[in-house]
């Protein structure tokens, strides 16, 4: 469906937006250049943090079993099957991928950056449509949006945040980005990705289509109001569709994931406000930008700009509400990133309307300078401060990490979870179960049974309730001994160096413990040992 406004109410409001924004200085080819020029420091960017996260491998997991044939599930052969993942739409596409015999760690890390690029490319040439027409605005936006380092952190490892993030960015601009012009068939086949791509996105596409269902409403614009109703159809239809299959194949209307990593409480609340607080610390380039038009507010605050300040804000709501995230820059907050450059496009075309090029030029510099330091663990921000809005909590022992410092954490997690995978693949027999905590890389390259820790592929884990608050997400750890009614293999696994890595837990059974010295021929750290904790109902070999 597409809708077009010509004369009417909503034709005149949008006319008059039009006019605020005044004539067109920079040409169609002006802007093409200046959005090919965002992508060179994003594609560098990607490619200095390119990585997979041990989370990606649980959808790898998913993926390869659907495209072998077995269902989107984690452990063959449990019924009904559990739910493990988010991110539905990105499992469909990998599982086709696997299905052509493609490399899963490529191929997820290739359509994110694809993703990410796109929606660089799309911003900037939305704010040229509607938000900053001018050469100095336009640049100054393509200079912000293409050194955001969380934008690039997460257009890489593994997972649909960039695509999400996309999507979310499309159903805004197939309905506000054209003034008089509303898309409704496009918006609305975005929002369906949007609502398949994570388990939570139809919180993003109600505040999207909600807020252009008001404002038609608040403009009497009927044609923005059958877009958007149109919109509304194509994503609700999708979202009852996708909750009737889930009921079919997992016997459940939430993802496990749910159950398992969100709880509404003060102590999540807090954690949600230091997760925010923390990454404003982090990269403060992000409050800057949209801070700025604020301070011309009756020029800068019109149809898209205020839809884009609510939705930056809805998703920063959400990351509150629900406790943050334990992964590093702010994964939760990157569907937020494109609205915040449309609103910065906006006050740098309001200082450039004013002839103030003298203060954008170097407010634009500071921003880059803020959005590229975290990429080089550098910060602005006294490490006293960030300390204090931490919001993953450690153990006492563990010192303070730095976003970046958080990001090399968890690359080298999830390269040594593979390596045990590898082992546990060549070391033990197809039958075998594994207690895990981690289950993303080891249980991938593995392709043993696993039982999870934290319940995320294993239903109805409980926590230990002597565990104390751990990273967002991981509050919920089973102690190993619950799973012994089910039986495992091995209790406990690990590759270490030296027996100094043995925990007191498994030193306590010398005679359940196997050690298998690793060859490192096939790629295994020399010197490294395979350490197996036999279960005590488990038979030996």
């Not at 052509?100 to 694809?114: P, T």
């Not at 509304?232 to 990593?261: C, Q």
């Not at 839809?307 to 959400?318: R, S």
């Amino acid at each position: 469906m597409h809708a077009a406004t010509n004369s009417g109410p909503g034709g005149a409001i949008d006319a008059a937006a039009a006019e605020r924004v005044g004539p067109r200085a920079c040409s169609s080819r002006c802007a093409a250049a200046l959005a090919l020029g965002a992508l060179i420091p994003f594609a560098l960017l990607v490619w200095r943090f390119d990585f997979l996260c041990d989370d990606a491998f649980i959808s790898f997991r998913y993926a390869r079993n659907l495209g072998r044939g077995l269902g989107a599930v984690y452990n063959p052969g449990v019924h009904p099957p559990v739910e493990g993942y988010t991110e539905f739409l990105w499992v469909v596409l990998l599982a086709g991928a696997s299905r052509l015999g493609l490399s899963l760690e490529v191929v997820s890390r290739v359509l994110s950056a694809a993703a990410g690029g796109l929606l660089v490319v799309l911003v900037v040439r939305t704010c040229w449509r509607r938000t900053a027409p001018t050469p100095w605005a336009l640049a100054a936006t393509a200079a912000f949006v293409g050194t955001l380092t969380p934008l690039a952190v997460w257009s890489t490892g593994g997972l649909a945040t960039a695509p999400f993030a996309l999507a979310c960015f499309v159903v805004f601009e197939r309905l506000h980005g054209e003034p008089g012009r509303h898309h409704g068939t496009g918006a609305g086949l975005a929002a369906a990705a949007v609502v398949l791509l994570r388990a939570d996105g139809a919180y993003w596409v109600a505040v999207l289509l909600g807020l252009s269902l008001l404002a038609a409403w608040r403009s009497r614009d009927a044609c923005l109001a059958r877009a958007a109703g149109w919109a509304v159809g194509l994503s609700l239809g999708t979202f009852l569709l996708h909750l009737g299959w889930r009921w079919s194949v997992y016997a459940d209307w939430l993802p496990n994931t749910a159950r398992t990593k969100i709880g509404l409480d003060a102590s999540t609340l807090a954690r949600g406000v230091r997760y925010v607080a923390g990454y404003a610390a982090e990269v403060p380039s992000v409050v800057l930008a949209a801070a700025l038009p604020l301070a011309f507010a009756r020029r800068c605050l019109f149809r898209p700009t205020v839809i884009a300040l609510a939705t930056a804000g809805a998703t920063v709501a959400y990351a509150v509400a629900v406790g943050g995230d334990f992964m590093c820059f702010g994964r939760f907050l990157v569907p937020a990133l494109p609205f915040v450059a449309v609103l910065f496009s906006r006050g740098a075309y309001a200082l450039e309307e004013d002839g103030r090029r003298g203060v954008l030029v170097p407010f634009t510099a500071v921003l880059v300078a803020l959005s590229l330091l975290p990429a080089w663990d550098r910060h602005p921000v006294p490490e006293a401060v960030r300390r204090d809005l931490a919001f993953r909590h450690r153990a006492p022992e563990d010192r303070f990490r730095s976003e970046y410092e958080q990001w090399r954490f968890m690359r080298d997690n999830a390269l040594h979870w593979a390596v045990l995978g590898r082992a546990l693949a060549l070391h033990t027999q197809p039958g075998d179960s594994v207690v895990l905590g981690a289950v993303g890389a080891a249980g991938y390259y593995s392709d043993r049974f696993v039982y999870d820790r934290f319940g995320l592929v294993t239903r109805g884990v409980r926590a230990d309730p002597d565990h104390e608050l751990s990273s967002p997400g991981h509050d919920v750890i089973a102690e190993r001994s619950s799973f012994q009614e089910f039986s495992p293999t091995y209790e406990w696994v690990k590759v270490v160096q030296s027996d100094r890595e043995v925990p007191r837990y498994a030193r306590r059974a010398p005679e359940r413990l196997e050690r298998v010295p690793l060859d490192p021929d096939p790629g295994f750290p020399a010197g490294s040992v395979l350490l197996l904790l036999r279960s005590p109902d488990a038979s030996n070999p």
